[in-house]
């Protein structure tokens, strides 16, 4: 920072030199905006997903005489599904793995398993929604039921979304390989689906293990 004195008893001037704040706005440029952008966009949505979960605390008891969890869930199916979603959480550190080390065959192949694995844990939680609805337990049975669907359907959406990025991201690797923009974009991939895993972890513990016990 440089001043200048007017003439007389005029106050100082502050100005910038030319060269000044180059190097912050080399630390401030696209990349680093998307990220940031990117951490905004997931606090919001961890806001939706609390809401969600408040709501299913406040009302999780309400079964307007219909069936409770104990009736309706089947915890081996939902274990199984759990363990499917967190390996395609390790399957997806696989693939951070061979990004970092330049691999593009190996950054595509995991990432593709990832993809797989996803859309398995998505198989399996719509064939539970068939199996409830088919039971009689729709969301219009009971509060209970409803805020269940929409908590559990949120995060299965979240998933799907998941899984076409996962398959925009295959084709943009085989476009264009590791280039910076596509190394960025796979490290928000990576946040979004590690953020959805941590949510489910929720899911299960707080809707089907301790609504199983009641």
């Known amino acids: 920072m440089s001043t200048t004195t007017a003439k007389g008893d005029e106050a100082p001037v502050f100005y910038l ?121 729709t969301p219009q049975t009971s509060a209970f039921l409803s805020a269940f669907f929409t908590l559990v359907a949120t995060h299965g959406l979240h998933v799907t979304v998941g899984i076409i990025w996962v398959g925009v991201m295959l084709i943009q690797l085989t476009k264009r390989g590791l280039n910076a923009d596509n190394r960025r974009r796979v490290m928000c991939l990576s946040m979004f689906w590690h953020f959805l895993d941590v949510v489910w972890i929720g899911v299960f513990t707080f809707v089907y293990l301790l609504g199983s016990l009641r």
């Open 17 to 137: 030199d030319e060269g000044e704040g180059h190097n912050d706005h080399a630390h401030t440029g696209p990349g680093g905006s998307t990220m940031l952008g990117f951490w905004i966009y997931l606090m919001s949505d961890a806001l939706i997903f609390a809401t969600l979960f408040a709501t299913y605390g406040v009302v999780g008891t309400s079964y307007a005489g219909g069936p409770g969890p104990r009736e309706l869930f089947e915890l081996p199916l939902v274990a199984l599904n759990t363990a499917i979603l967190l390996t395609s959480s390790i399957t997806y550190g696989f693939a951070m793995i061979a990004m970092q080390e330049g691999r593009l065959g190996g950054t595509r192949g995991w990432l593709a398993l990832t993809g797989l694995l996803g859309a398995a844990f998505v198989g399996v939680e719509l064939y539970e929604f068939s199996k409830l609805v088919h039971e009689g337990a």
